[in-house]
């Protein structure tokens, strides 16, 4: 069963506009939220983490939400770059044991 | 990536052969770790090891077999008991399985011909 389940599958956004990727979690253990940026043909990298005692991390245009009682995490693309083109995951683990991750979320940005 | 090298970055196997793929690392991490790619099913965990010698299976193992002989180095060998090999495969390092942050490979791109 998938533990972290995430949507949309895909986002068109024009530029400029606000990219928004949800997640849904049921393990109430896991404690560390990172979202990943995939570019087509390369491997993930870390964008953005957050852990379950901040409701809300900032960094440059992008952002995590976080809702402990929804057990929901989604990030926040603000004023979205052609640049930005790419698969989003988010995940979720438990520190010192595997991540689980989302199915993942294939983002276009038009020009 | 920066510190992770997959190889080959593409892969070619017949039906019934075995094939290694490599992950090398720079980074001194201790915990390492194999994920396949598939599209619409994200990463799922084949074998993930924290110190040398020593390996454990994670969700998706049949098929699969790793070893870890030197820090530095955790091969991924798909048999042929693998009946879906044709996928997107990441190698992962954490500096030990405490510490949070996962770095990721290239990936090697395995196709079954």
């Known amino acids: 069963q998938q533990q972290v389940k995430q949507s949309p599958q895909s986002l068109i956004v024009q530029k400029g506009g606000i990219s928004i990727i949800n997640c849904a979690y049921e393990?109430?253990?896991?404690?560390?939220f990172p979202w990943y940026q995939q570019f087509p043909g390369k491997g993930p990298a870390l964008l953005i983490a957050i852990r379950p005692d901040v409701s809300e991390k900032k960094e440059g245009r992008f952002t995590i939400s976080f809702n402990k009682s929804a057990k929901q995490f989604s990030l926040h693309i603000m004023d979205s770059q052609p640049g930005d083109s790419a698969t989003y995951f988010c995940a979720a683990s438990v520190t010192g044991n595997q991540f689980y991750f989302g199915t993942g979320t294939s983002l276009t940005v038009i020009p | 990536d920066g510190g992770i090298t997959q190889s080959p970055k593409y892969l070619f196997r017949k039906e019934g052969q075995n094939v290694t793929l490599s992950c090398e690392q720079n980074l001194n991490h201790d915990a390492m770790y194999w994920y396949r790619q598939d599209p619409g099913q994200g990463l799922r965990l084949i074998y993930y090891s924290q110190i040398v010698n020593d390996f454990q299976k994670g969700d998706i193992a049949e098929g699969y077999s790793v070893s870890r002989e030197k820090k530095e180095s955790f091969p991924l060998t798909v048999t042929s008991a693998q009946k879906n090999p044709t996928a997107f495969y990441l190698c992962?390092?954490?500096?030990?399985?405490?510490?949070?942050?996962?770095?990721f490979g290239q990936g090697t791109r395995l196709t079954v011909v």
């Open positions: 393990n109430t253990a896991f404690d560390y």
């Open positions: 992962a390092t954490q500096l030990d399985r405490g510490n949070t942050e996962a770095f």
